[in-house]
């Protein structure tokens, strides 16, 4: 995939993930969609300053269809918004977090390979194969000290895990295992966002599916065999 003849998107833009990815794909030459939650304008910067061009959508949970009617021209889809509502566990909560964090991103994923398939033989050969990227979390497998997010998060994991097998053959999806970075989110996370960023993108140029950024080691063990594991139990017990 040549950067400067893509159409990114982004959702959760305005987060710190959000930010550092949309600023690394412009200095790739990428065109760029901002999406978010949030309606105050999105104001990003080069590294010269100068600000960066991009069109920004304004969306909110369950208005996916919506949402995938301006991405008809998009070739790589970034799902990365998310909530962490820590210490909660009502029920208010709980719809919140499984909508949000998981239930959002399946239907985002469905919607957007049904609109890939849709696209006529020409329009697929002149554009590069198209692209999801869906970041998970090590919440996935790992504890995140924070019961609502670790079980939307794993639900998202599991929907990918058996959804791709089909959904792959119309976009190739990538995996985002991402550990504690600084954000919002996490204020005293371990690792630079920006950081974060710049491997997300190197991992994914060497041709990684499966992209892991943690300082946990373990990580790096437990999500391959993880991974394989729900492939060969969804495979085998699950049909087309």
Not at 8 to 20: E, F, K, P
Not at 76 to 85: E, R, S
Not at 107 to 122: I, M, N, P, Q, T
Not at 136 to 142: C, L, M
């Amino acid at each position: 995939m040549t950067s400067a003849q893509i159409t990114v998107a982004v959702t959760g833009a305005s987060g710190a993930l959000g930010r550092a990815l949309l600023q690394r794909w412009h200095h790739r030459g990428a065109r760029l969609v901002a999406i978010s939650h949030s309606s105050a304008p999105l104001h990003l910067h080069d590294r010269a300053g100068a600000l960066i061009p991009l069109q920004q959508l304004t969306w909110q949970v369950g208005q996916e269809q919506a949402l995938l009617t301006e991405l008809g021209m998009v070739d790589l889809l970034v799902l990365n918004h998310g909530v962490n509502l820590q210490q909660q566990r009502n029920a208010e909560a709980t719809a919140r977090s499984l909508e949000v964090n998981a239930l959002s991103s399946w239907r985002l994923l469905e919607g957007f390979a049904a609109l890939v398939a849709s696209r006529s033989e020409a329009e697929r050969a002149a554009r590069p194969r198209p692209e999801v990227w869906i970041n998970t979390s090590e919440a996935e497998i790992e504890p995140a000290f924070s019961p609502l997010y670790e079980i939307s998060k794993r639900l998202l994991g599991q929907l990918l895990s058996l959804r791709s097998l089909d959904l792959a053959r119309a976009v190739r999806i990538r995996r985002l295992v991402l550990g504690p970075f600084r954000s919002a989110l996490n204020p005293v996370g371990l690792m630079p966002v920006g950081f974060v960023a710049d491997q997300v993108l190197l991992q994914a140029s060497l041709g990684c599916n499966l992209i892991l950024v943690t300082p946990n080691p373990l990580i790096y063990v437990m999500m391959p065999l993880t991974t394989l594991s729900r492939w060969l139990y969804n495979t085998l017990l699950t049909r087309a």
